[in-house]
T-cell receptor, first 107, second 119 residues
Framework: EIVMTQSPATLSVSPGERATLSCRASQSVSSNLAWYQQKPGQAPRLLMYGAFIRATGIPARFSGSGSGTEFTLTISILQSEDFAVYYC??????????FGQGTKLEI | EVQLAESGGGLVKPGGSLRLSCAASGFTFSSYSMNWVRQAPGKGLEWVSSISSSSSYIDYADSVKGRFTISRDNAKNSLYLQMNSLRADDTAVYFCARVKFGEGTFDYWGQGTLVTVSS
């Protein structure tokens, strides 16, 4: 099973700033890495797939990078609606699909 | 508009059973693989089970193997999860999620249904 590790657990930033979230895989997942955003009481929303491809309707301030075992999600200019929990997920080697433990982006 | 709507959650005693349903609309359900993913209170996401479009491929997380059964009815645009021998650690919100066509990621999710296992 591929273990996904996200850092930091919590990231405190201000609106207008840049946020960088990290995700590490215990073995290579190539570019088969997705990012999700989840707000309280809501379902996860797909942000990125293929490590750097924005999902439908996702604004350009979200960008992804990396391949192999190291990945980054960057939010260039934080908006108030971006404060949420972010999860990475590998889909290179499944079952099982595995998720990181999440990074909480807070003000 | 793609919509997924789970139902069937509730309070059940340890050792009991529950059947979850997920009603799909707004897309050709029979063309997509589907999954169940759960989230324990205050915790992260855990994949539970997958089923291919024709039900020819099915798999489960080790934590539920032998206790849960995934199925689908393409004529009814519905996905199911039969949960038996429930334990306290099965308490979670259960989401159904569609696999993005040509990818392995989950592009649409339902709002979830809460399953609470407690005596």
């Amino acid at each position: 099973e591929i273990v996904m590790t996200q850092s930091p657990a919590t990231l405190s930033v201000s609106p207008g700033e840049r946020a960088t979230l990290s995700c590490r895989a215990s073995q290579s997942v190539s570019s088969n890495l997705a990012w999700y955003q989840q707000k309280p009481g809501q379902a996860p929303r797909l942000l990125m797939y293929g490590a750097f491809i924005r999902a439908t309707g996702i604004p350009a301030r979200f960008s992804g990078s990396g391949s192999g075992t190291e990945f980054t999600l960057t939010i260039s200019i934080l908006q108030s609606e971006d404060f949420a929990v972010y999860y990475c997920q590998q889909y290179n080697d499944w079952p099982p699909y595995t998720f990181g433990q999440g990074t909480k982006l807070e003000i | 508009e793609v919509q997924l709507a789970e139902s069937g959650g509730g309070l059940v005693k340890p050792g009991g059973s529950l059947r979850l349903s997920c009603a799909a609309s707004g897309f050709t359900f029979s063309s997509y693989s589907m999954n169940w993913v759960r989230q324990a209170p205050g915790k992260g996401l855990e994949w539970v089970s997958s089923i291919s479009s024709s039900s020819s491929y099915i798999d489960y997380a080790d934590s539920v193997k032998g206790r849960f059964t995934i199925s689908r009815d393409n004529a009814k645009n519905s996905l199911y999860l039969q949960m038996n021998s429930l334990r306290a650690d099965d308490t979670a919100v259960y989401f159904c999620a569609r696999v993005k066509f040509g990818e392995g990621t989950f592009d649409y999710w339902g709002q979830g249904t809460l399953v609470t296992v407690s005596s």
